[in-house]
């Protein structure tokens, strides 16, 4: 791998002109004190990490929604606005780690911070031109110079000059910024006075000359591979999964609805279905469903395939998709699974389907003589289906199969539990040599209620659960 250096100077003049916010971000959560903090290590001459830069041809940006920097940041408002493009004609460049500090940096020296500390206060960052930078050798933690958010630069005591940081964006030459706060610190001691041209002097060297800012520069233009580099390079912080960055990209597409609140809130209510035993549905299996209850959409579980018109069609499918699924979870639930036994929970989404396409929501609760039938070969495939470890190999393709031999189908009145397994290429039996397999399986296993709900079929395994 390849690193640049770039000044901060730089990078500042770029944001929102050739640096922008890829969906998958995170918005802005840094306190006042981690960007002091951050300041101060750049002064102090301390590593501040590299950053990762996605390079995104010019042909390919209208393609993700992209996000601008905050400049004004506002805690009662903290959401980053989206992105018009439209007039760039040239490559960007999203962040895909630095965005914190990145957002610091722009925060500090061209913006300021709205927060609450018993009252709402707007604040720009400071320096204190007559802190003598001292390093405490007995805790490296406490900061050398002091960096502070102030409403004014007006000074508390005597040994305060408040300096305001981003004037120092102003100057070119470090002896203009230098001359500009000569009536400043007029009335000053010549020690204090030195100190204070010292500290502007350094402040100006960091922003304007030495190439503060190392980055790696990724240039594919394939969308999962820099996906899979965005959860690499973020995994030294809180943990990113797959989900959680087509959430976001969700979130960002969503017209009406808001993406995360609602998938995050059915994954919470389906989990809340298993009654005492709770179950333990994911992000996942939640976005992977998303595609395949929505019919006419890929279900590969890839950044390529959650696009603008895709996630559209998902939002306008999304009562159908929190119908269905949860008539089905509840229906496994009516048949006494526990989470440990849904040992491939994506085997419900072809049960889910076809419910979809039956149109009964309130399937599990019926006791009509045709549902009670198809309630009872729902079991027996599903059942069948993970003994015989059915979906256990290329799932997608699978899932993909199923989900054309339910669109093949004339009727829905009945479960098609034949084409299924002709689809899955398993039959509606145990040969001898699985029935040995399952003989060997122990009391409390995975597999346990699985091989007893066949022996036992008519067992009320809710009201007496077989584990």
Same mark, same amino acid.
């Given at each position: 791998m390849e690193y640049r250096a770039v000044r901060i100077k730089d990078v500042i003049s770029g944001i929102n002109r050739d640096y922008f916010l890829p969906a998958i971000q995170r918005e802005f959560v840094w306190e006042p004190d981690q960007i002091e903090k951050l300041f101060d290590s750049i002064l102090g001459d301390y590593p501040i990490g590299s950053f990762l830069f996605w390079k995104v041809d010019e042909k390919n940006k209208e393609e993700?929604?992209?996000?601008?920097?905050? $400049? &004004?940041?506002?805690?009662?408002?903290?959401h980053n606005p989206e992105a018009s493009l439209k007039g760039i004609a040239r490559d960007i460049f999203l962040v895909l780690d630095g965005q914190q500090r990145m957002s610091s940096l722009f925060i500090g020296l061209k913006g300021s911070y709205r927060w609450f500390h018993y009252r709402w206060r707007t604040e720009k960052?400071?320096?204190?031109?007559?802190?003598?930078?001292?390093?405490?050798?007995?805790?490296?933690?406490?900061?050398?110079?002091?960096?502070?958010?102030?409403?004014?630069?007006?000074?508390?005591?005597?040994?305060?000059?408040?300096?305001?940081?981003?004037?120092?964006?102003?100057?070119?030459?470090?002896?203009?910024?230098?001359?500009?706060?000569?009536?400043?610190?007029?009335?000053?001691?010549?020690?204090?006075?030195?100190?204070?041209?010292?500290?502007?002097?350094?402040?100006?060297?960091?922003?304007?000359?030495?190439?503060?800012?190392?980055?790696?520069?990724?240039?594919?233009?394939?969308?999962?591979?820099?996906?899979?580099?965005?959860v690499r390079a973020n995994s030294a912080g809180t943990p990113l999964g797959y989900s959680d960055l087509l959430l976001s990209t969700a979130t960002a597409k969503w017209e009406k609805l808001n993406a995360r609140e609602e998938i995050v809130k059915l994954m919470d209510d389906l989990n809340d279905l298993g009654g005492g035993d709770e179950y333990k549905f994911?992000?996942?299996?939640?976005?992977?469903?998303?595609?395949?209850?929505? &019919?006419?959409?890929?279900? &590969?579980?890839?950044?390529?395939?959650?696009? $603008?018109?895709?996630?559209?069609?998902?939002?306008?499918?999304w009562e159908n998709i929190k119908t269905y699924l949860a008539t089905t979870v509840r229906l496994v639930a009516k048949f006494g699974y526990r989470w440990e036994n849904i040992?491939?929970?994506?085997?419900?989404?072809?049960?889910?389907?076809?419910?979809?396409?039956?149109?009964?929501?309130?399937?599990?609760?019926?006791? $009509? $003589?045709?549902?009670?039938?198809? &309630?009872?070969?729902?079991?027996?495939?599903?059942?069948?289906?993970?003994?015989?470890?059915?979906?256990?190999?290329?799932?997608?393709?699978?899932?993909?199969?199923?989900?054309?031999?339910?669109?093949?189908?004339?009727?829905?009145?009945?479960?098609?539990l034949s084409e299924l397994n002709d689809a899955l290429e398993i039959e509606a039996k145990l040969s001898d040599a699985e029935i040995e397999d399952l003989l060997a399986y122990k009391y409390r296993g995975k597999y346990t209620y699985l091989v007893l709900s066949l022996l036992y079929p008519d067992r009320d395994c809710v009201s007496f659960p077989v584990r």
């Open positions: 993700w929604t992209t996000f601008e920097f905050i $400049r &004004q940041f506002d805690k009662a408002d903290p960052l400071y320096l204190n031109l007559l802190k003598r930078p001292v390093p405490n050798e007995a805790d490296p933690e406490e900061l050398i110079y002091q960096f502070k958010f102030r409403e004014s630069s007006e000074a508390k005591r005597d040994d305060e000059v408040w300096y305001e940081v981003g004037k120092i964006l102003d100057f070119d030459d470090p002896e203009d910024a230098k001359a500009d706060i000569k009536a400043l610190i007029a009335p000053l001691a010549e020690p204090d006075k030195e100190n204070a041209n010292r500290l502007i002097g350094r402040l100006h060297n960091k922003i304007h000359t030495l190439p503060t800012i190392n980055y790696y520069e990724e240039r594919s233009q394939d969308y999962d591979k820099v996906l899979t580099v965005f994911g992000k996942d299996f939640v976005l992977k469903a998303s595609l395949y209850l929505t &019919q006419d959409l890929p279900i &590969q579980y890839k950044v390529k395939n959650f696009t $603008r018109s895709n996630l559209r069609k998902i939002e306008d499918n040992v491939a929970p994506l085997a419900l989404l072809p049960i889910s389907f076809w419910l979809m396409k039956k149109g009964n929501d309130t399937f599990d609760k019926s006791s $009509r $003589r045709d549902d009670v039938a198809a &309630q009872t070969e729902v079991k027996k495939w599903l059942t069948l289906a993970l003994l015989k470890n059915a979906f256990g190999g290329s799932s997608d393709t699978t899932l993909k199969n199923l989900r054309d031999v339910l669109l093949k189908i004339t009727t829905y009145k009945a479960f098609p």
